[in-house]
């Protein structure tokens, strides 16, 4: 309960910034709600399935399948896992957040979570083709070599220093 | 496409688990309901911050940052810009795309695209929500840290 005020002061913050900017530039206070309804029907498009799929996951998935396939002693074989998920997915990184909390519920490790929303921000299949399309085969190969060490990295060194505090429950 | 299939799927697992177990998908529907109630606020609040920050920073001013500063200071100023805003992949490649074709530094651009997916300022305050602030902190520190490496040698290989 300690966070909702923080938001709301957040919320109130930006309804303030808004009206100034309305009152000051309507055009460019128009700008921002057309913006932000774009972004605003992607999410409603995209969030709800996701959580009523989370919800069944939480429900259906028994936690001895998650700890085999992703837990602390999945060794390749959860890393392979968790880079498969996340290429496979589609959609911006936040909706990824859910997904992981409830990975983590279920007994997967905080280093293949890692790796999984990593993955998912950063290496999903129709991006890397559309990168190929756009900046050459060239450019994006090698960003895509270069990102997969680098996430194995990341995610190592966040198991290391065990840093996920707290999440939703 | 993708949200047809999305949705279809979700609805037809929904569906197929009430038949299962009426009991077992009122429990999945709190679950979802739990979800939705802690991120709603912070989506909110990401989704207007993120029309703030795209009329400060329109893609004329993103290309332009990128395409005219020269060596690690253009890299690195890329590399903010990227994880500042918040653009679909769609609209992203293009741009990066036109601005490597008029001569754009090779690691300007792969400092914005690398830090563009995998930094997210925005959603920052979401994350920590779901991960809690050390972890959101530092997975967001240390993707931006490697892009810059990604773009450094990516910049020296492509010549």
């Known amino acids: 309960m300690k966070k909702v005020p923080k938001a709301l002061f957040f919320l109130i913050g930006l309804l303030v910034a808004h009206l100034l900017l309305a009152f000051f530039y309507p055009l460019r206070a128009r700008e921002i709600l057309l913006t932000s309804k774009t972004y605003l029907l992607e999410m409603l498009s995209i969030l709800p399935p996701i959580l009523i799929l989370v919800g069944l996951f939480e429900v259906w998935v028994p936690k001895s399948v998650i700890t085999r396939l992703l837990g602390v002693a999945s060794g390749w074989k959860g890393i392979a896992v968790a880079i498969l998920t996340g290429t496979a997915a589609m959609g911006p990184l ?73 999440r939703i429950q | ?78 590399a903010v810009v990227g994880s500042i805003v918040l653009i679909q992949a769609f609209i992203a490649f293009p741009l990066a795309g036109s601005l490597l074709r008029e001569g754009a530094n090779v690691s300007a651009v792969a400092a914005f695209v690398t830090t563009l997916v995998m930094v997210g300022i925005v959603t920052l305050p979401l994350e920590a929500k779901c991960f809690g602030k050390k972890f959101a902190f530092w997975r967001n520190f240390l993707s931006f840290l490697f892009a810059l490496m990604i773009a450094l040698i990516m910049g020296a290989v492509l010549k």
């Open chain 1, 94 to 166: 936040y909706v990824a957040f859910p997904i992981g909390v409830s990975l983590l519920n279920k007994g997967a490790s905080l280093f293949n979570v890692a790796i999984f929303l990593c993955v998912w921000a950063a290496i999903k299949i129709p991006m890397v083709l559309f990168e190929i399309k756009f900046l050459g085969a060239e450019f994006a190969l090698l960003r895509l070599a270069l990102t997969v060490p680098a996430i194995l990295l990341i995610a190592a060194l966040l198991n290391t220093f065990r840093l996920n505090t707290s």
């Open chain 2, 1 to 78: 496409m993708f949200v047809g299939i999305i949705w279809t799927a979700a609805l037809l697992a929904l569906i197929f688990s009430f038949f299962k177990n009426r009991g077992k998908t009122a429990s999945s529907l709190r679950v979802s309901l739990k979800f939705l109630r802690s991120m709603a606020l912070p989506t909110l609040l990401i989704i207007w911050t993120i029309g703030f920050v795209l009329a400060l920073l329109p893609t004329e001013v993103i290309s332009r940052t990128i395409g005219r500063e020269a060596g690690f200071l253009g890299v690195a100023l890329a």
